[in-house]
């Protein structure tokens, strides 16, 4: 074999290498690439999120604890001579409406932006923790007016007291996903 072919068929060799560990290094940046902007839109996302998962549990709390409010006015009520069973009965009433103001107001508005930053599991939790707030904000209604009609409000109360513990074990399911979904960093599946 001569020195001519010898040197072609080197630097064959050679550029088959060197184009084979480009294709190698491409394919690997690429992915790269790809992970490392999973990672920045995961972390571009944690923020927006966070913000919206707080308020609406914050503004969650502060209607759970006005429903609450009412129900141990509610309460304090079923004990009590006139007239200050009367005026138990107006605070009661009072609270339920400042409830009714945050929740139809301020936390509908919030469970949309949870809606809208997602994703879907905290969605679904979100509604199905409103759904339980709306619910024991029925059962509290209920005790308040059947109190004003001086009726026995024995089973009222308790279907009450029941539908506001009832309360804690959805927000904690969606405290769970948001938790989940903020801790999410883009790099695993």
């Given at each position: 074999?001569?020195?001519?072919?010898?040197?072609?068929?080197?630097a064959?060799?050679?550029?088959?290498?060197?184009?084979?560990?480009?294709?190698?290094?491409?394919?690997?940046?690429?992915?790269?690439?790809?992970?490392?902007?999973r990672?920045e839109h995961?972390?571009?996302?944690?923020e927006?999120?966070?913000?919206?998962?707080?308020?609406?549990?914050?503004?969650?709390?502060?209607?759970?604890?006005?429903?609450?409010?009412a129900?141990?006015?509610?309460?304090?009520?079923?004990?009590?001579?006139?007239?200050?069973?009367?005026?138990?009965?107006?605070?009661?009433?009072?609270?339920?409406?400042?409830?009714?103001?945050?929740?139809?107001?301020?936390?509908?508005?919030?469970?949309?932006?949870?809606?809208?930053?997602g994703?879907?599991?905290?969605?679904?939790?979100?509604l199905?923790?409103?759904?339980?707030?709306?619910?024991?904000?029925?059962?509290?209604?209920?005790?308040?007016?059947?109190?004003?009609?001086?009726?026995?409000?024995?089973?009222?109360?308790?279907?009450?007291?029941?539908?506001?513990?009832?309360v804690?074990?959805?927000?904690?399911?969606?405290?769970?996903?948001?938790?989940?979904?903020?801790?999410?960093?883009?790099?695993?599946?």
């Amino acid at each position: 074999m001569d020195a001519g072919l010898a040197a072609l068929l080197g630097a064959a060799v050679g550029a088959l290498g060197t184009g084979g560990a480009a294709l190698v290094s491409g394919v690997l940046g690429r992915g790269q690439a790809r992970m490392q902007l999973r990672a920045e839109h995961a972390r571009l996302l944690r923020e927006p999120r966070r913000s919206a998962y707080v308020a609406f549990v914050e503004c969650f709390q502060e209607v759970h604890a006005l429903h609450s409010e009412a129900a141990r006015s509610a309460a304090a009520a079923m004990e009590a001579a006139e007239p200050e069973r009367a005026t138990l009965l107006s605070d009661a009433g009072t609270a339920y409406a400042r409830a009714g103001e945050r929740l139809h107001g301020r936390l509908r508005q919030l469970q949309s932006a949870v809606a809208v930053e997602g994703p879907p599991g905290v969605t679904t939790a979100a509604l199905d923790a409103e759904d339980a707030l709306y619910a024991s904000r029925t059962e509290v209604y209920r005790w308040i007016r059947q109190l004003e009609r001086a009726a026995p409000a024995e089973e009222r109360e308790r279907a009450a007291d029941d539908a506001l513990l009832a309360v804690h074990q959805p927000l904690t399911r969606f405290l769970n996903a948001a938790s989940t979904a903020l801790s999410h960093d883009g790099l695993s599946p």
